[in-house]
């Protein structure tokens, strides 16, 4: 120093900084700060630290140990990108595939969560813990496009064989079979709806053009513990919901888009209109497609559908 100037500290370089860490064996915590005092004679750095320093020393072994956690694949779960059958025509973002994690351990709890299975939940639950692509919401997602994600969860985790019981058609005998879930594939689209999501259908006995659009798998839940409460309320034998359901697809009848008169017009619609318009439902329904042609011990083929329930995700010997 000269005059009791204070001269600026050189710099030390970066080899000579990692060998004086190396040497110390990383005794200091590293957001202490070192400053060089411009009264101090002796030259030696004064040490502030920004809290109380731990001193850690290096341990090879145990970094490598963390850091091969951390890039082991074994010890990581990753995902797949499963495409949706609706190709993205019927939502606003025009989503046509997500990311979806692979199920590990702690799913099977999950699906072995009793109240889950009581209440009906059970399997979204699983979706919204496995879908990993931002803004989904499940109960927005179409059947079709949710059908498909099970089965990619289904086949990823227990693979492809899956034992059922089958009626034979002709006996109405049970028989086992293993149906192999590669052979499901998805149902082509043959119409695609309007820029709003909507089809048109015309129905024969009453002749009006009608206008529908599909539902969301929340939809179908309320419409299901609506029919559900009315039954048990009512006293009655048996379940309006495929009403309730149709209903909730018209957007109109001829243009008229009162509810009030939607629902008048589906209670008295003759029964060759109703199935017209569900028909033209299930036609148009972006979906996997689950018939499966089973062989009977004679030879015998016949198709019937699959479901997919809570046993889809439990394999049976």
Avoid at 24 to 46: C, F, R, V, W, Y
Avoid at 120 to 133: E, W
């Amino acid at each position: 120093m000269n005059n009791g100037e204070y001269q600026q500290p050189q710099r030390e370089s970066i080899s000579e900084s990692l060998k004086k860490y190396k040497e110390q064996h990383n005794l200091i915590d590293e957001k202490s700060i070192t400053i060089q005092s411009p009264i101090a004679n002796s030259g030696n750095p004064t040490i502030i630290p920004n809290s109380i320093p731990k001193p850690t020393l290096f341990n090879s072994q145990t970094f490598e140990k963390t850091m091969s956690k951390e890039t082991d694949p074994d010890l990581m779960t990753s995902y797949e990108v499963v495409p949706l059958p609706s190709k993205g025509f019927f939502y606003k973002n025009g989503i046509t595939e997500v990311h979806v994690e692979y199920m590990t351990s702690k799913d099977e709890d999950l699906l072995t969560t009793s109240s889950l299975i009581e209440n009906g939940t059970v399997i979204d639950v699983l979706l919204k813990r496995k879908i990993k692509t931002p803004g989904i919401v499940v109960e927005e997602l179409l059947e079709g496009d949710r059908n498909a994600i099970i089965l990619f969860l289904r086949t990823s985790s227990y693979g492809v064989e899956y034992n059922v019981n089958v009626i034979d058609p002709r006996t109405n005998s049970e028989f086992k079979s293993v149906v192999d879930l590669t052979r499901l594939g998805y149902k082509e689209i043959s119409e695609i709806p309007d820029e709003n999501g909507n089809f048109f259908v015309y129905i024969p006995m009453r002749k009006k053009n009608v206008k529908f659009r599909l539902l969301s798998i929340g939809e179908n839940t309320v419409l299901d513990k609506k029919a559900k409460a009315i039954q048990e309320a009512y006293g009655e034998e048996f379940s309006q919901f495929s009403t309730l359901k149709l209903k909730s697809h018209i957007v109109s009848i001829d243009g008229n888009i009162d509810r009030t008169y939607i629902d008048k017009f589906v209670d008295a619609m003759p029964a060759l209109d109703a199935y017209t318009i569900r028909r033209k439902i299930q036609e148009v329904s972006p979906d996997v497609d689950m018939k499966y042609t089973f062989k009977a011990k004679d030879g015998y083929e016949f198709k019937a559908n699959l479901s997919l329930g809570i046993d889809f995700f439990f394999p049976s010997n």
